[in-house]
């Protein structure tokens, strides 16, 4: 008789309770689930066949296929959106809708602040991008010394 495999969670949205669901779509209250750093350290030491035996391939595939929020909060949420309204389907429910118009109203009541954020996000990128420019025209007046030895 085959083992049931372990399913990888699925990441959350920050605003969200965490573990939720799997990456292939089930509760994970429901199922034996692992982190997906748990997951990718079983890939890293056992290899793609041997985690193929004690892992969920759906989970598997979408963990290595789709990133966090971490990683890239706009895809996270381009993830989320076509969960929710992909193939005009209604039985995903609208939660990411209702969270994202409370989202707007949270902005509208507290536009200064947001703005601020907004406003020092962007001046801390133009200042480590200045940085950077800075460190590159440096190296790049260096004299290069290879190959000039004894």
């Known amino acids: ?15 969200r309770a965490q573990g939720g669901m799997t990456e292939c779509g089930m509760n994970a209250a429901s199922v ?11 890939l890293k030491d056992y290899g793609a066949q041997r985690t193929a035996l004690l892992t969920c391939m759906t989970c598997s595939d979408t963990a290595r296929r789709h990133g966090t929020w971490e990683d890239d909060p706009r895809r996270a949420l381009d993830r989320e959106i076509q969960w929710e309204s992909a193939w005009r389907r209604t039985d995903r429910g609208e939660v990411l809708r209702d969270e994202l118009l409370a989202i707007a109203a949270l902005i ?25 420019d800075h460190a590159r025209a440096k190296q790049s007046q260096k004299p290069d010394t290879r190959g000039r030895g004894l």
């Open 32 to 42: 034996k689930t692992l982190t997906r750093e748990e997951f990718f350290a079983r």
């Open 1 to 15: 008789m085959k083992e049931p495999v372990d399913h990888v969670q699925r990441p959350s949205l920050p605003w």
């Open 108 to 132: 509208e009541a507290h536009r200064d602040e947001f703005d601020e954020h907004l406003n020092s996000t962007m001046q801390r990128r133009a200042w480590i991008q200045q940085k950077a």
